[in-house]
């Protein structure tokens, strides 16, 4: 193939591929565009695809003058924090027993959070309910912490056990012979080392749990508790047509997933793939 | 200590051994350790529930019985209520029409982008990365964007469709009982994208580059290349992404629940929406979690099917 007809092609391709970014993006777009225009203009036909006034009243109407939805961002981020901290305190561990076991019974273990990640939620939710109503841990963003963590943790160890099998038995070894316990040299040792696979479940474990709609939904009715899933869903059913507060509260609701596709994006990617298919 | 004090080749050889033999063997129950508190926690909280949940199919739970534990077994009996409900014979027909042409679509665009990705071209890493932000966002803002945007008289979507000329009177796509469950198959399709492409690239990156060398050198062209060595070599991938994509689709529920709460007249009314609303709204825990059961029984036939698919591929 000449260069010339190669260069073309890779030029189109190229232009493909941004036309295939852009259309994937665009509801995000039209999200945040649609949350800076005023009334008039965000019924306006044809629509205009940049706010011709930038309005940031329903900012301040959701944000400002009412606090509620700052509160339920308050919940959603003890949700959130609370779910990525058991994660990695449970997870982490046993990732690493499961890297370094002999092979008794790991197999099983494997499969077995394999079918963990796969249980619908709602067929979770419904048994909770009742253990929760019994124990009176309705109404508590712990009920909420705990429910989300059933399905966190089997991701955190399908994606942190690679992270600890590929590190070398030497360090351990060498690690055992200046006199570390096992669990000295798992905190000194590998823990320090495996710092990228932490940081990825750190933050899809924290994600999760600031998305998550059906375990809030189900277990929490007090409005001083709902998180901002909850909130913004309480929104639509009362205010089914004040589209632009509704906007402005969504984008505010995928602020933390924009911020971390900027920042951290690599970490979130190849744990995504690492944790639906590694067995 | 006293240990310390002997020299070396002194110890007697079998007490080496020995001693070298209860050291590993502490190490292994030490890893036990390990493995103990989030395994205590999942039975706890995952495999506990999911037991009692099979264990109320069977039983009357209400509001009474939720509290003072006096739930008195009813045989099938809510099998029986639910299996007569027309509400849950048209809900198993919504899921399977949602989960079949939300894979399709998901599935074909999930491909298409996943080859073109594949290509050494400039801003793949800003586009293989930004697609994915779709997955991430909380499924409750994906509704609601989707809502926002499948209005008929303001909706983009429609303006859209209307000014390509590919329809002349706005669709009502959240409205009509018939239209709404496209509704929400086009919002799942958007969201599930990114997982299919982003699987099936990791699939098609592990294709050996030399194939395609040696099929270039014997004069393939790249539809041929495609047909011949690609499909092949990605069907246990797709299987893979095929079936996860089946089981995550089949138990979607916030989706739905926020753009049409199941309406209108139960139309979008899958599977999990119909056991959310028999548990929680109308308080019957035992039909709800006999819902679930049945769910439960679906995912573990698909899975099934999928093994033994898998099976036969590894021994061909």
């Not at chain 1, 710092?195 to 189900?218: E, N, Q, Y």
């Not at chain 2, 697609?131 to 429609?158: E, Y």
């Amino acid at each position: 193939m000449s260069t010339q007809k190669k260069f073309s092609q890779t030029l189109l391709l190229t232009v493909l591929g941004l036309f295939c970014m852009a259309i994937m993006l665009f509801p995000l777009y039209w999200v945040i565009v649609s949350s800076l225009k005023n009334t008039v203009e965000l019924f306006r036909s044809p629509p205009t695809l940049f706010p011709q006034q930038i309005d940031w009243s329903p900012y301040i109407a959701n944000f400002v003058q009412n606090q509620d939805m700052l509160h339920y961002m308050g919940n959603s981020l003890q949700i959130a924090v609370g779910t990525m901290l058991l994660s990695l305190l449970l997870g982490t561990p046993i990732a690493y027993g499961l890297a370094r076991l002999p092979v008794g019974g790991k197999n099983v273990f494997l499969l077995a959070f394999l079918v963990a990640q796969m249980f619908p939620s709602i067929m979770l939710a419904l048994p909770l309910f009742v253990m929760f109503t019994r124990i009176g841990l309705m109404n508590t963003l712990l009920a909420v912490i705990l429910a989300i963590t059933t399905r966190t943790l089997p991701f955190a160890v399908l994606v942190l056990r690679p992270f600890f099998l590929s590190l070398p038995r030497e360090l351990e070894d060498a690690a055992f012979i200046d006199g570390c316990g096992l669990w000295g040299s798992f905190y000194r040792i590998i823990l320090p080392l495996s710092r990228p696979g932490l940081l990825t479940v750190a933050v899809l474990t924290f994600l999760m749990g600031w998305s998550d709609f059906l375990f809030p939904l189900a277990f929490i009715s007090d409005d001083t508790k709902r998180p901002l899933t909850l909130g913004l869903y309480k929104f639509i059913s009362e205010y089914g047509t004040r589209w632009n507060d509704l906007m402005a509260v969504s984008t505010v609701a995928a602020l933390p997933i924009i911020l971390v596709f900027m920042f951290a994006q690599r970490y979130v990617t190849s744990g995504l793939v690492a944790g639906a298919v590694k067995d | 200590m006293s240990m310390t004090m002997i020299p070396p080749s002194q110890v007697p050889k079998t007490s080496v051994a020995h001693h070298k033999r209860r050291r590993r063997a502490r190490k292994v129950v030490g890893y036990y350790l390990f493995v103990l508190p989030a395994t205590l926690f999942l039975i706890i909280f995952l495999l506990y529930p999911i037991c009692t949940m099979l264990l109320f199919s069977f039983e009357q739970v209400n509001v009474g019985g939720l509290l003072t534990g006096d739930t008195p077994f009813v045989g099938l009996e809510n099998y029986r209520t639910v299996l007569s409900d027309p509400v849950f014979r048209s809900s198993v027909g919504s899921s399977l029409l949602f989960t079949i042409a939300s894979l399709v679509f998901q599935f074909g665009i999930g491909f298409l982008l996943a080859l073109l990705f594949q290509r050494r071209l400039p801003l793949v890493g800003l586009m293989r990365g930004s697609v994915m932000i779709a997955w991430m966002l909380p499924i409750v803002v994906s509704g609601t964007i989707f809502k926002w945007m499948l209005q008929s008289d303001s909706g983009i979507i429609n303006y859209a469709l209307q000014s390509i000329g590919v329809i002349h009177t706005p669709i009502h796509w959240l409205s009509e009982p018939k239209i709404a469950i496209w509704g929400v198959i086009i919002a799942n399709i958007w969201i599930g994208i990114p997982f299919n492409m982003s699987l099936l690239l990791a699939g098609l990156q592990s294709i050996s580059p030399t194939l395609y060398e040696a099929a270039t050198v014997d004069g393939a062209n790249s539809f041929r290349r495609l047909l011949h060595i690609t499909l092949p070599l990605m069907r246990s991938t797709s299987l893979i992404v095929l079936m996860l994509g089946f089981i995550y689709t089949l138990n979607v529920f916030d989706l739905i629940y926020v753009i049409t709460g199941g309406g209108p007249v139960n139309a979008t009314e899958v599977m999990p929406l119909y056991a959310y609303n028999l548990a929680f709204v109308q308080i019957d825990l035992g039909s709800g979690s006999a819902v679930a059961a049945l769910m439960f029984l679906l995912l573990f036939v698909v899975s099934t099917i999928y093994l033994v698919l898998i099976r036969r591929e590894e021994t061909a």
